[in-house]
């Protein structure tokens, strides 16, 4: 048996405007690197963050360590791991960096001790202990997607119940990354409690479209159906330039726009790669007024999900 792995995470885009809580993508890049390496003293420690000095080290906070334990706590509590974290998407960024790390450690774990979980689905369960840490709810849609590549629904988190969607092939993302720090816990907090019906109705009705327009490859139903009059409305006011950098995107050519997960992270989806290079331009072109750092990200849907690098 080997005695150490290397595993990547993608990041991962979230609620996919009208799919608050139940649908989210994976991406190519950005993503979380985990190095496990089997230990003789029991539990899942970790031994260094590398690339971000703000997250605990301490086995029982870290989304990374509670993910690999979990597993361990299933299969084998005796058995050891050291985690080195290569962090590389910020910590309330809105595209699912504890998930990039929770999938990475649980997937790294769980081929480290000889694949004991055959069926990657599986694992969702255990990569959610280590997210919960973070985001204060027992929620799979960065996770799910993350772990599975694609397109991924969570029709109910408990009892766990996901979906992995086909994905248009000319599909391409673009996620500008404002250096601004929203911790989903806070940002769930803005959220209504109560919906009107008739608001209920619209959304339902968008997301039942999205969905058809990611199964029939209809690039025009997923743009018609891209609207969000719940959640958007409640976070948009977090986003320095929301307003600018979606209708950049909209006005450049996207199929749509919105908030990747609670922010601050704002994404757009788009027809073939060169749509999405000239989305991006745009975006980014109108973020220039903005005197805030990003980042920026263009990226074919993840259809892998989690991996395992190899030398
Ligand atoms: N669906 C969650 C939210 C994702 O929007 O709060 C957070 O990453």
């Known amino acids: 048996m080997s005695q150490s792995i290397r595993v990547y995470g993608p990041a991962s885009v979230s609620n996919v405007t ?13 993503g979380d690197i985990i190095l496990a390496e089997l230990s003789e003293k029991p539990g899942a ?10 997250l605990p080290i301490n086995p029982l906070e870290n989304v990374a360590s509670v993910a690999a334990q979990s597993l361990l706590d299933h299969v084998d509590p005796t058995i050891g791991i050291d985690l080195t974290i290569y962090k590389n998407i910020k910590p309330g960024s809105g595209i699912g960096s504890s998930a990039s790390s929770a999938v990475a450690a649980t997937f790294a774990v769980n ?30 849609d960065n996770v799910a997607p993350a772990l599975l590549g694609g397109f991924i629904i969570v029709r109910s988190n408990d009892p766990l119940d996901v979906i992995q969607l086909g994905t248009p092939p ?50 025009d139903l997923i743009g018609r159906s891209m609207h969000d009059i719940i959640i958007e409305p409640a976070r948009e006011g977090t986003i320095p330039g929301f307003k600018e950098l979606k209708k950049a995107a909209l006005d450049a050519g996207a199929l749509g726009a ?54």
């Open 170 to 219: 000319d599909l391409y993302a673009v996620v500008i990354h404002p250096d601004v720090q929203i911790k989903t816990s806070e940002s769930r907090k803005l959220l209504p409690v109560l919906v009107p019906l008739k608001d209920v109705v619209t959304q339902t009705g968008n997301l039942a479209g999205l969905v058809a327009g990611l199964l029939q490859h209809d690039y």
């Open 18 to 30: 009208c799919g608050f809580d139940v649908l989210g993508f994976a991406i190519e890049k950005p």
């Open 258 to 311: 919105g908030i990747s997960g609670s922010g601050p992270s704002v994404f757009a989806l788009c027809k073939g790669e060169t749509s999405a290079q000239k989305v991006l331009d745009e975006m980014k072109s109108a973020y220039g007024n903005f005197n805030i750092n990003y980042d920026a990200y263009i990226s074919a849907i993840n259809k892998k999900g989690t991996i395992e690098i190899l030398d």
């Open 111 to 140: 081929q480290l001790i000889g694949v004991p979980i055959k069926n990657t689905f599986d694992l969702v369960p255990f990569a959610m202990q280590g997210e919960q840490i973070a985001s204060g709810a027992f929620h799979a």
């Open 45 to 54: 420690r970790i031994k260094k963050i590398i690339g971000c000095d703000t």
